[in-house]
């Protein structure tokens, strides 16, 4: 009778060591996976103007452009070439950063949005990024905390966009 029990024992045993250790690894998973794709750090305008000045743009303030429109605008900085435009709000809370990225991700899905399209989604705690490549143009929409980030240009051309965005930190 001992020795059923052991084996019994035994057998129990053997079941929940894989287990747990299964359990462990899934846990560790979580927690490398959250602090790779954790928070992403607000950039500055500062920042961001000198990743636009790096790519060899010229960046203006065009907070007076916008400021009658967005009420919540602390600050815009901007650039346009060729056919190349981005620009970057500063917003006064995250809030009003998730109203105006709602607004211009609506305008790109209903103007781009065809069965032809390329397109990237992402999000995760103060970030959200969208990107799409239709009809010839290639446009980028994200948030980061209170900042909001809208760009386009013709499909193709985008490496001066995709640059600047790694440059800041929103791109990975």
């Known amino acids: 009778m001992e020795n059923n029990y052991k084996l019994q024992f035994r057998t129990h045993y053997n079941k929940?060591?894989?287990?747990?250790?299964?359990?462990?690894?899934?846990i560790f998973s979580?927690?490398?996976a959250f602090n790779l794709t954790g928070p992403k750090k607000?950039?500055?305008?500062?920042?961001?103007?000198?990743?636009?000045e790096q790519e060899g743009y010229l960046p203006v303030d065009?907070?007076?452009?916008?400021?009658?429109?967005?009420?919540s605008l602390i600050q815009c900085i901007a650039f346009e070439k060729d056919d190349v435009y981005f620009n970057f709000y500063i917003l006064e809370d995250s809030n009003s950063a998730r109203g105006i990225y709602s607004k211009i991700?609506?305008?790109l899905y209903q103007k781009y949005h065809v069965p032809y399209r390329v397109e990237h989604h992402s999000k995760q705690a103060n970030y959200r990024i969208y990107t799409i490549a239709s009809k010839g143009r290639y446009s980028v929409d994200v948030r980061v905390g209170n900042t909001v980030?809208?760009?386009?240009?013709?499909d193709g051309n985008e490496e001066g966009i995709v640059n600047v965005?790694?440059?800041?930190?929103?791109f990975d």
């Open 165 to 170: 965005m790694n440059e800041i930190g929103y």
């Open 149 to 154: 980030v809208y760009a386009y240009c013709d």
């Open 105 to 107: 991700h609506s305008h």
């Open 16 to 26: 929940i060591i894989p287990a747990t250790i299964l359990f462990v690894i899934v």
């Open 62 to 71: 065009a907070t007076y452009l916008y400021e009658e429109d967005m009420s």
């Open 42 to 52: 607000v950039a500055t305008a500062e920042q961001v103007w000198d990743a636009i």
């Open 30 to 32: 979580i927690i490398i």
